[in-house]
């Protein structure tokens, strides 16, 4: 199966800054990586999909990029809403495999 | 607007069984495939299930042959029914629209707990 990394496991931004989390494949899985925000006693929300479209009502501030085996979401000028914990997922290759996860915590 | 409420999740011993259901609405849920996700303690994300609008089914090697997924289209839900529960099957359950992925819609989860 194909195993989504993420990179940093955790990371600590001020609010206003911009963080930068990276999601890297073990093989091609073309523009087919979504991204997803998990807060505690809530279900995961779609960010973005295709790499790099948000999905509806999701805020300019979140935007995706990368194809093939290297993805990333960045997120500019964090909000206090924003600390939480971020998830990439592949479902190019069956089957559908997560990254391990990057928890936003505020620095 | 959709809403995914599950239910049926609590303590179970190892062995035991234990029927998941997913309730949804806002949207035509005979036209959308269906999957369970599961998050166990500290853990990330693992794809649990899914099913098709036509009913095709597919399932993770951990969970082949003690879990079975269906759905009730005149009921709009959605369930999972897990036999031979194990220590490892410990988790929150989601479930949410999609076949792979993207999933645009979950539910809070429900908890699902094997302990003697």
């Known amino acids: 199966e194909t195993v989504m990394t993420q990179s940093p496991a955790t990371l600590a931004v001020s609010p206003g800054e911009t963080a930068t989390l990276s999601c890297r494949a073990s093989?091609?899985?073309?523009?087919?990586v979504v991204w997803y925000q998990h807060k505690p006693g809530q279900g995961p929300r779609l960010l973005t999909y295709?790499?790099?479209t948000r999905a509806a009502g999701i805020p300019a501030r979140f935007s995706g990029s990368g194809s093939g085996t290297t993805f990333t979401l960045t997120i500019t000028g964090l909000q206090s809403e924003d600390f939480a914990v971020y998830y990439c997922?592949?479902?190019?290759?069956?089957?559908?495999?997560f990254g391990q996860g990057t928890k936003l915590e505020i620095k | 607007e959709v809403q995914l409420v599950e239910s049926g999740g609590g303590l179970v011993q190892p062995g035991g069984s234990l029927r998941l259901s997913c309730a949804a609405s806002g949207f035509t849920f005979s036209d959308y495939a269906m999957s369970w996700v599961r998050q166990a303690p500290g853990k990330g994300l693992e794809w649990v299930s899914n099913i098709s609008g036509s009913g095709d089914k597919y399932y993770a090697d951990t969970v082949k042959g003690r879990f079975t997924i269906s759905r009730d289209d005149s009921k709009n839900t959605l369930y999972l029914q897990m036999n031979s529960l194990r220590a490892e099957d410990t988790a929150v359950y989601y479930c949410?629209?999609?076949?792979?992925?993207?999933?645009?819609?979950w539910g809070q989860g429900t908890l699902v707990t094997v302990s003697s």
């Open positions: 295709d790499a790099s």
């Open positions: 949410a629209k999609g076949l792979l992925g993207p999933y645009d819609s």
């Open positions: 997922q592949q479902f190019n290759n069956w089957p559908g495999t």
């Open positions: 093989q091609s899985v073309s523009w087919n």
